[in-house]
Nanobody, 123 residues
Framework: QVQLVESGGGLVQAGGSLRLSCAAS????????VGWFRQAPGKEREFVAA????????IYADSVKGRFTISRDNAKNTANLQANSLKPEDTAVYYC????????????????WGQGTQVTVSS
C-alpha cells in the first residue's frame, strides 16, 4: 500500500517554473514506478511523465518534452516534476500515481493516486 501527497502547485506567469513534489508513505516506495498526470476542466486525465522504480527510465508526453523533468529520491520517498517554460495550456490539476512493475502512460494501470495539486499558468 502506498499513499501519495502532492504539493508545489500554484499560480505562475507564462514562461515561469514550478517544482511539483509527490511524497509517498510506505517502505516499499522504491518498488513502484511513478507517473504524473494532469486533468484540465472538461478534459480527460492525460499522461505527463513517468519514471521507473530505479529512476533509470523516464517517459514524457510530447507536449512537455524538453520543458518538464521527472525525478525521484527513493531514500526520501519522493518524486518530483520540474516544470519549466510553462504555458497557459499547462493549466490543470496535477496528480502523481504509483504502480508496481514498469513505468507506463495509461492512467488506468496505476493503482495509487494522490489528491492532486492545482497548477495555473496565466498569459
Amino acid at each position: 500500500q502506498v499513499q501519495l501527497v502532492e504539493s508545489g502547485g500554484g499560480l505562475v506567469q507564462a514562461g515561469g517554473s514550478l517544482r511539483l513534489s509527490c511524497a509517498a508513505s510506505g517502505r516499499t516506495f522504491s518498488s513502484y514506478a511513478v507517473g504524473w498526470f494532469r486533468q484540465a476542466p472538461g478534459k480527460e486525465r492525460e499522461f505527463v511523465a513517468a519514471i521507473s522504480w530505479r529512476g533509470d527510465i523516464t517517459i514524457y508526453a510530447d507536449s512537455v518534452k524538453g520543458r518538464f523533468t521527472i525525478s525521484r529520491d527513493n531514500a526520501k520517498n519522493t518524486a518530483n516534476l520540474q516544470a519549466n517554460s510553462l504555458k497557459p495550456e499547462d493549466t490543470a490539476v496535477y496528480y502523481c500515481a504509483a504502480r508496481l512493475q514498469y513505468a507506463e502512460t495509461r492512467p488506468v494501470n496505476y493503482n495509487y493516486w494522490g489528491q492532486g495539486t492545482q497548477v495555473t499558468v496565466s498569459s
